[in-house]
């Protein structure tokens, strides 16, 4: 009787616009025990609930998503069906955490549209509670298996940052030209183009962390994913209304993210250390766009105390021939001090200098063999705000 005993104060005829009520556990275990009534899937939900995820509801685009699903079913006359997948960490493949049919009781009775009602609402509670069984997040595993249900629509709610699997963001997939390397994913068969082929994929919640991200990596994530799901032929759009956040959950597994500043103390000032790939674009350097909100801090601090000093200082990995690693490092501690005169920093305090990789963070050649992961803690900016006559 859980179905029945839901409210419908607000039916008019038409539950797919209506926010769904809240339903009891004893409800949503009759939804799970529906029998779905044919093989099509109208719906695969990819939900990331992953330590660096923001946490919450699902976002609206969800929500209209799980709609218009449950309405394509209604029209056909048939239970219809939405798969949840979940983004799983390194070594644990993804699978269906439910498989749930949309429409269970096809009909205008009252006890139809409480169902439907009920099973809206409990996908809702259970793509929150989905968790993953590893540390990291493979985003791209989770996706490729969504596109292998040959579902009407997938809908992606992830904030994109893959730490495992065959992408890591917070190693070289930053800095490296997206389409290039979405071009070499599918050349070396480490993504499969004809699983994702055709699918229609709908993005939401990306650079949605449970700590904000630059608004630089968001636009990176974005070129990232566009070039990769483009280049695999499949036909994708971004939902940018962002993802509600509830905190971050300690219980959950690891999952690392490095595209953020960070800052620590020095004898007589602060250092703050930009990954490469949070300021500028493959290789290069030539800033991102939205690079001027991650340092107007810098700004800030140097005009409200006439007796700090900035030093800028640029860092590479150990690619390349060492003349090269040198004028990249000078070229982006010159492109960060540039930046920052603009945005009004005193000319007079404001110095620059690149020391290539003879400065590293970390050992890149552990055992002898050279980890791209390392690399990319190598590949930084640092910013050492110092005041004036400090011996370092």
Known sequence: ??????????????????????????ACEEVADFR??????????????????????????????????????RERKSAGQVVLITVNGAGTQPGVVR??????RPGDAESSRNARRA??????????????????????????F???????????????????????????ALDTDPTALARALLREKRISAQTIEGSSIVWAGLGDTAEPLPGSVRTALRELWSAILTEAKADVTFDDQPRESGGSDDTLPPDEVSLVLTSSPLPCGSRIVAPSTV??????????????DVLLPVVEQLRADPDQHALVTGHTAAYQSTRY????????????QTALLEMGAPADRVGFA???????????????????SRAAQNRRVEIDLIRKGCAR
């Not at 690693?325 to 960060?336: G, H, K, N, P, T």
Request: net charge negative.
């Open 1 to 26: 009787m859980g179905l029945l005993a839901l409210s419908s104060a607000c039916d008019d005829g038409d539950d797919r616009t209506a926010e769904p009520a809240g339903v009891s556990a004893k």
């Open 36 to 73: 779905v009534d044919n093989d099509k899937v109208d719906l695969a939900l990819v939900v990331d609930n992953t330590a660096s995820a923001a946490r919450g509801d699902l976002p609206p685009a969800a929500s209209r998503a799980l709609d218009e699903a449950q309405g394509r079913a």
């Open 99 to 104: 498989r749930v049919a949309l429409d269970p």
């Open 119 to 144: 099973v809206i609402s409990c996908v809702r509670q259970w793509a929150r509670e989905a968790a993953p069984q590893a540390k990291g997040s493979d985003v791209l595993a989770a996706v490729t």
């Open 146 to 172: 969504a596109a292998r249900q040959q579902a009407g629509e997938i809908l992606v709610v992830s904030d994109g940052v893959a730490n495992a699997g065959e992408l890591d963001v917070n190693g070289d």
């Open 279 to 292: 300021l500028f674009k493959p290789g290069s350097a030539q800033l991102r766009p939205g690079v001027k």
């Open 325 to 336: 690693r040198q004028r990249l490092s000078e070229d982006r501690a010159r492109a960060v």
């Open 354 to 372: 690149g020391y290539g990789s003879r400065r590293p963070q970390v050992d890149e050649f552990p055992g002898g063999r050279h980890d791209e």
